[in-house]
């Protein structure tokens, strides 16, 4: 491949959001863009491996191929190792397929000036294909790249169909559909999934991948962005390592897309972050940023163990129905985690409770300016009693449900106690806001309401870093309509 030394944008990271955003930038032929991805890509969707795509199956065990991992503290003394994609496609190539949108008063929370409910919902619209017939049409697109569809009644796993029982003889509301704005007062409802066929359909496979014939597109893997190059305040170009070797691209439009850990990363060995920080680690302050990797949120959650005497092992979406009650959502996982990412040992089936609206604010910091050292990721889960008093009530809410009498004619289960409730924490993996946008008032605000990075000209960030707060349900659908709508933006 000729080497690149010039592109009207460089997109760096080739994830959920990165892949939405070459593709729609590069529907403009005078418009030439240059993705670069730390991770592998492909060139043909019939390149793309089965363990990608097969739904039944999360790739991120020990030795993925497809996955970078940094070691973070969920909360104090409780150390875990976290996964995220890297590969062409990101997080959303190897994730649980759960596509579901935000609810409407998740975006109270973001600037009003571009980014309400009513000015987003078109772009939901657009990103999906929504396959189910019987949903409420006018919630739904039927042209975006993304299906979407539900797992359909008669096929549900046993422990969602017993667990969805117990929610509605409970007195929960049954939603048909999740991303219909009445769902957003709680209820349990079918998840919606952007699986076809059993595939995961990760945005390379929606938006790039059938794309990459366009002249004015490059897409080069294994290209590792390093830094960021200024002239005075405004960016020209990137850094990065491609198999090993250095090279420099320049480019008056650069967009940070590497993903909510590593976009504040690639910002802070940049010169864009915290001052003090910077110089304690010997970095030349190009913009003091207080917000930069502070103040992010994502959503702790807790493995209950659930003992099936007749589990039924058998390939199913991760997640086929949740429960959303006050604060947490219920997910009745339909196998045991060792059964859904290879190489894990042996553990129980789980029920997980998930902590949508948490008070805990993280903070990501660099280790050091290596590249290829993973920052420091700390998460604070249930430092505040509001959070641990929610927290233990979903719990028991959890275990409620999945003791009544009416979970057992589907399916018998036993509820053990949970010894260490340390030791079943974990989080969703949504990780956003490390870089946020907010209003120019704010000081820990990095970006203004077009993504651009407040004291650089000519620098944006799409990806889940820039989300205000993490959303009160799963982020990747709002990932992808977040980078539908800023493409719509930025030119
Ligand atoms: C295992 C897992 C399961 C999940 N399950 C769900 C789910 O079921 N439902 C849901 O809603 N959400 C889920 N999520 C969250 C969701 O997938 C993410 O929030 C979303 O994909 C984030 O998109 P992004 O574009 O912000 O970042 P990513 O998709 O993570 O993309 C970042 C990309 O940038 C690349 N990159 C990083 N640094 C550099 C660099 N320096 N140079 C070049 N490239 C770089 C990475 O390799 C990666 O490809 C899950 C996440 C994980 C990890």
Redesign the pocket.
């Known amino acids: 491949m000729n080497r690149i030394e010039y592109a009207d944008v460089i997109v760096?990271?080739?994830?959920?959001?990165?892949c939405v955003v070459a593709s729609r930038l590069s529907e403009n032929p005078d418009r030439s863009v240059l993705l670069?991805?730390?991770?592998p890509t492909f060139s043909a969707i019939a390149e793309v491996p089965a363990d990608l795509t097969d739904a039944s199956m999360?790739p991120?065990g020990p030795g993925s191929e497809w996955?970078?991992t940094y070691s973070a503290e969920l909360t104090s003394g409780v150390g875990r190792t976290?996964?995220?994609?890297?590969?062409?496609?990101?997080?959303?190539?190897?994730?649980?397929?759960?596509?579901?949108r935000a609810t409407p008063t998740d975006f109270d929370a973001w600037p009003q000036s571009l980014w309400s409910f009513e000015q987003v919902l078109p772009f939901y619209l657009g990103s999906e294909t929504d396959l189910d017939a019987g949903t409420q049409r006018q919630w739904h697109g039927s042209r975006g790249p993304m299906p979407v569809a539900r797992t359909p009644v008669r096929a549900r796993h046993p422990i969602t169909t017993a667990f969805v029982d117990s929610a509605v003889n409970a007195g929960f509301s049954m939603h048909q559909d999740l991303n219909a704005p009445g769902a957003s007062a709680g209820g349990v409802g079918a998840v919606p999934l952007n699986i076809r066929n059993g595939n995961r359909v990760s945005?390379a496979l929606a938006y790039l991948l059938p794309i990459l014939e366009r002249q004015n597109l490059r897409v080069q893997g294994h290209?590792?962005?390093?830094s960021l190059i200024f002239d005075g305040s405004k960016v020209i170009g990137v850094e990065?390592l491609v198999d090993g070797v250095h090279s420099i691209v320049r480019s008056d439009t650069v967009i940070l897309?590497?993903?909510?850990v590593?976009?504040p990363?690639?910002l802070l060995r940049s010169g864009i972050g915290p001052a003090d920080d910077l110089v304690a680690l010997g970095i030349s302050v190009e913009v003091d940023s207080p917000g930069v990797g502070r103040g992010f949120s994502d959503h702790p959650e807790v493995a209950v163990p659930v003992v099936a005497k007749n589990e039924v092992p058998r390939k199913s979406p991760?997640?086929e129905a949740v429960l959303h009650a006050d604060a947490v959502e219920i997910r009745p996982y339909t196998r045991r985690f060792d059964r859904l990412i290879s190489g894990l040992e042996p553990g129980p089936q789980v029920v997980g409770v998930g902590l949508m609206r948490s008070t805990s604010r993280g903070s990501i910091a660099l280790r050091s300016t290596d590249?290829f050292e993973a920052p420091d990721v700390r998460y604070h889960y249930l430092e505040s009693e509001v959070d641990r008093r929610a927290m233990r009530e979903g719990v028991e809410l959890a275990r409620d449900l999945l003791a009544s009498p009416i979970m057992s004619e589907t399916m018998t289960v036993t509820v053990p106690t949970i010894e260490n409730p340390l030791a079943a924490l974990g989080t969703?993996?949504?990780?956003?806001g490390s870089a946020r946008m907010g209003p120019e008032s704010d000081p820990s605000s990095v970006l203004d309401d077009h993504c651009r990075v407040r004291g650089v000209d000519g620098l944006f960030v799409v990806?889940?870093?820039a989300f205000p707060v993490v959303p009160s349900?799963?982020?990747?659908?709002?990932?992808i309509m977040f980078?539908e709508r800023a493409a719509a933006l930025l030119f």
């Open positions: 760096v990271g080739g994830g959920s959001c990165g670069l991805e730390a991770g999360l991120i996955v970078g976290i996964a995220r994609g890297r590969v062409l496609g990101g997080s959303g190539a190897v994730n649980g397929g759960y596509f579901v945005a290209a590792t962005v390093t990065m897309s590497a993903g909510a590593h976009t990363a690639l991760a997640l590249p969703s993996l949504h990780l956003s990806d889940t870093s349900r799963g982020p990747h659908a709002t990932a980078a």
